[in-house]
């Protein structure tokens, strides 16, 4: 799925495996590990949710979904609480 706002788009990954708890706590760690960039967590946002600059994800039960093209894409630096709020908008859309 694409989300798209002048002519800006942004990839919106939503998994649904039975692994995306690793694969939550995979990106995680790569996210906090690079020592490039800060991992801020997101609170209510789906079971648990992070936030990097260029990036966002959470984790709702049986499903992972990520955010990414904030840095690329963005006409403005994308922030933490604006990734929560898209992530929050994405995890209410999603199919029961």
Do not use: N
Not at 36 to 53: C, H, N, P, Q, S
Not at 55 to 60: D, M, Y
């Amino acid at each position: 799925m694409h989300i798209v706002k002048s002519h800006c788009i942004f990839l919106l990954l939503v998994e649904r495996k039975a692994w995306d708890r690793k694969r939550y706590a995979h990106r995680l760690s790569l996210a906090r590990s690079s020592g490039i960039r800060e991992a801020v967590t997101l609170k209510d946002v789906g079971d648990a949710g992070f936030y990097v600059e260029g990036a966002a994800g959470a984790l709702a039960g049986v499903r992972y979904i990520e955010i990414s093209g904030f840095k690329a894409a963005a006409s403005k630096p994308v922030s933490a609480d604006e990734a929560a709020d898209l992530l929050r908008l994405a995890l209410q859309r999603l199919p029961k």
